[in-house]
């Protein structure tokens, strides 16, 4: 039940580097609250193919495998963090 948070990168790109970094901040400000994993696109086609990822780095929240929200490029710390305390807002009783 909780909202997760998928990193999706590859080695190759840079700005998915500074992603990475963003992600790490997410995991430890929201520890408990939110899943977050990563996600080598080379290393996984078929889930790139099932969510449309067509470009890095791409951000996916999900809740219960299913897309609430993505982003794509590099984003601002607090404009990610802003979107993950909203659609935790919208799961909230």
Do not use: H
Not at 36 to 44: K, P, R
Not at 70 to 89: F, H, S, W
């Amino acid at each position: 039940d909780l909202l997760a948070v998928v990193d999706v990168w590859a080695d190759w790109c840079e700005p998915c580097r500074i992603m990475s970094a963003y992600v790490g901040f997410l995991a430890a400000d929201f520890a408990g609250r939110v899943l977050v994993a990563a996600l080598d696109a080379d290393e996984n086609p078929a889930v790139c193919e099932r969510f449309q990822i067509q470009g890095l780095p791409t951000l996916l929240f999900l809740r219960r495998g299913e897309e609430v929200g993505r982003i794509v490029g590099v984003t601002a710390y607090p404009d990610i963090k802003r979107q993950v305390e909203q659609l935790l807002a919208l799961s909230e009783p």
